[in-house]
């Protein structure tokens, strides 16, 4: 796998350079090894969820209904149940969501002001920000709870 391939291939470069002798005979770099060896313990899990998930998108995706799975653009989640009406995109980016006899609506709809947190719009700077209904605050940060995103799985 390009998982494993790419550990054996940092690790043996690593000890390559940190064993190399100077003129004196002493590591070149010494805290190379330990350095690279934290650095795979944290990436390769990355890489291994990252095969897994293709693996399981090749799988799922079979079927002929499409399949999402649903990104957090804050927390950077990844998961397959969706969290909560989240809407769908056009080719464009243009976010709509889906009434209950499946036309497209491209407002939300009015259930989803039981939400804390909506998305609002400044006329004055032309830009979103984001108000939570119970504290009354708003900020310019999108909060988690409104950073997800719906992501169409691509079948072969």
């Not at 795979?40 to 079979?62: D, E, I, M, N, Y």
């Not at 149940?81 to 209950?100: C, I, K, M, S, V």
Request: aromatic content about 14%.
């Amino acid at each position: 796998s390009h998982c494993c391939w790419l550990g054996s291939t940092l690790l043996q470069s690593a000890s390559c350079l940190a064993t190399r002798s100077t003129e004196h005979g002493q590591m070149r770099a010494p805290w190379l090894v330990p350095t690279l060896l934290v650095a795979l313990s944290v990436l390769l899990p990355f890489f291994l969820f990252k095969v897994q998930t293709f693996t399981q998108t090749r799988v799922t995706a079979s079927g002929s209904k499409p399949v999402y799975y649903f990104y957090n653009e804050v927390t950077g989640e990844v998961q397959w149940e969706d969290p909560g009406n989240t809407p769908y995109e056009d080719e464009n980016g243009a976010r709509y969501w889906l009434g209950q006899t499946g036309e497209r609506i491209q407002q939300a709809p009015e259930d989803l002001f039981s939400y804390v947190w909506v998305e609002q719009y400044s006329e004055e700077l032309k830009r979103p920000y984001f108000f939570n209904q119970e504290t009354k605050e708003s900020q310019w940060d999108r909060p988690p709870d409104l950073a997800w995103r719906r992501i169409r799985v691509h079948g072969d």
